[in-house]
């Protein structure tokens, strides 16, 4: 859900797989608000980095 623009609001919701725990615990979903659809790809390195 994104309210559109340069300096949009985006809701992401990603699925972490299974396999990849933090602190023994499972977490289904991590909720991300990005402010612009520009730095997506940067959040979502960043929080790979730190589940993996």
Partial sequence: ???GGKNSI???KIK???QCKVSK???P?????LHGVDQL???ISQL?????
Avoid: F
């Avoid at 979903?29 to 608000?33: A, E, H, R, V």
């Avoid at 790979?48 to 993996?52: D, I, M």
């Fill in 25 to 27: 615990m499972k977490l």
């Fill in 10 to 12: 985006c809701v992401i």
């Fill in 29 to 33: 979903s991590y909720i991300i608000i």
């Fill in 41 to 43: 790809e940067g959040h």
């Fill in 16 to 18: 972490i797989p299974q």
């Fill in 48 to 52: 790979l980095q730190e589940v993996g």
């Fill in 1 to 3: 859900m994104c309210t």
